[in-house]
């Protein structure tokens, strides 16, 4: 197919059809088609494996599959069986069913880390709770958040420090911290001293955490008696199957897990150290704290969904295969990159089971134009990627394809470097970021 023709008229008809009776056109801002090139955002018919078929018939490669939830491939042979048992056999009682207590022994022996968990369905619930929880707690009320992560929450603490702040009345209670530095988080807890609830943070993201630092917080978090919270909606099990705080070895005192956890079904965790979470409980004498009530939280065949996942990592070394993948995907794409000499241009970053690429312009900064012709190249070669978030069913041959792929995208790329200027690529308005005032 001739990239300069490559077109998706279904597609195109079907976003109009999605923003006609949905805001924003998708359930997730990330999934927006302002994302993508414009007229170039799929929409999905089916998936199987690490492939995705459109509307239009077209078949991707795809990365960051269900914005990394999808980390076993779709359809998952083990998961949906484990699925499948449970259909028939009601999803939803007035009372917890059996399978609660399963999950919870399944996931905290995944977890050892943590003493007692609650499931819900998805993760802005769970961080919501652990900042409740801490507030409970601590009898404070501010709530520091890393600063260098894009995303905790839906809810006013978090929204409300973003440019998407509308209909958020309350905004002070927030208050935000530099990953890495531990001596900017002393003077942040100084300078509050005796206010703040909790640090919240992703405890890895692009970046290893400098040597020490994990470490650090903890004990700064305990010389001023705040709660550390890791959100480990990432991290958990594509750093390891117990989350970063296995890998790294120090303990948070609440932690959040999800995306990869059902891959794919809706379930997501709070999970910590016993004293916190009692206090959700029935078996305590203080107050009671509102800490998680879905109606769907306990949904068998999500949770029997969470169970397979959990033991497919811990029987099939999941993770392992997930940083090989990642592995050959970043040297083959920084062989290309380099080869059409774009090496300093096209960035790929982070760990190798959780890849991000960055798209800079002449100067070295990073563009929206040069991401959407980079996406428009990629999306024509068959290639679906947001990210480069692998899932363990991409095999060789799909690396090697989707690296094929990117070598003719940079090879454009180069083009639009030595006329300093992208447009003539783009065939419309660039791609936009997430967080942003004006629609």
Known sequence: MDTEEFELPRSRKANERLHALIPGGAHTYAKGDDQYPENLAPVISHG???????????????????????????????VIEAVRRELDRGGNFVRPS??????AERFLATVPTAEMVKFAKNGSDATTAAVRLARAATGRTRVAICADHPFFSVDDWFIGTTPMSAGIPVTDLTVTFPYGDLPATEALLTAYEGEIA?????????????????????ELADRHGCVLVFD???????WSEAGAQGLYGVV???STFGKALGNGFAVSALAGRRDLMERGGLRHDDDRVFLLSTTHGAETHSLAAAMAVQATYTEEGVTARLHALGERLAAGVREAAAAM?????VVVRGRASNLVFATLDEKGRPSQEYRTLFLRRL??????????VVSSALDDADIDHTVDVVAQACAVYRKALDAGDPTPWLAGRPVKPVFRRRA
């Open 48 to 78: 199987h494996g690490a492939h995705v078929w459109d509307v239009d018939g077209n078949r991707y490669v795809e990365y960051g599959s269900g914005l990394r939830s999808v980390s076993l491939g779709h359809a998952h042979p083990r």
């Open 98 to 103: 059996i399978l609660e207590a399963e999950a």
């Open 198 to 218: 909790c640090l919240i943070l992703e405890p890895a993201a692009h970046t290893e955490p400098p040597p020490g630092y994990l470490a650090g917080l903890r």
């Open 232 to 238: 480990e909606m990432i991290t958990g099990f594509r």
């Open 252 to 254: 948070p005192d609440l």
């Open 341 to 345: 000499g774009v090496g300093d241009h």
């Open 379 to 388: 999306l024509a070669g068959g290639v679906l990627a947001p990210s480069f």
